[in-house]
């Protein structure tokens, strides 16, 4: 479980540097972007719209699959590798605090879902994050 919160940490890291250097470069051209809950990214450009379905739709859908089978393991996994892919992206951190919290990782868990919280404060789509992570400091309260 150590290595794997190790592991998790030091992508993390790398996803947020990563986040950072390519939001600054987006800025610097005008170009603002995010994603919604369900991966569909949204995209402002010069005063122009767009709404891109692309992978992260796919993972989405496969996301809430593995959560409804409760398959933590693979649900953790399947996470940390859209993290990698779409670090700004906040739906795959929920997701891998939901999976950490069920494999015991209480605090690789909070990492994760406060990560949410603090990029998407009042965003009801993330609202479970914060539920989750009261109901973990309640429990380390008891």
Not at 14 to 34: P, V, W
Not at 52 to 77: C, G, N
Not at 90 to 97: I, M, Q
Not at 102 to 126: F, H, M, T
């Amino acid at each position: 479980m150590a290595l794997r919160n190790l592991q998790s940490e030091l992508l993390d890291l790398q996803s947020r540097a990563r986040e950072l250097e390519q939001a600054s470069k987006k800025a610097s051209r005008g170009i603002y972007s995010r994603y919604d809950f369900n991966g569909v990214k949204r995209e402002v450009s010069g005063g122009s719209y767009v709404a891109i379905v692309d992978k992260e739709t796919t993972t989405f859908q496969r996301l809430v699959e593995l959560e409804r089978q409760r398959d933590y393991d693979a649900l953790f996994w399947e996470s940390v590798k859209a993290i990698r892919t779409t670090p700004e992206w906040l739906t795959p951190y929920l997701f891998r605090g939901i999976a950490q919290a069920n494999l015991g990782d209480r605090e690789g868990a909070k990492v994760s879902l406060e990560y949410v919280i603090d990029n998407a404060p009042g965003d009801p789509e993330y609202a479970q994050a914060e539920e989750l992570l009261r109901k973990l400091k309640e429990q380390e309260r008891q």
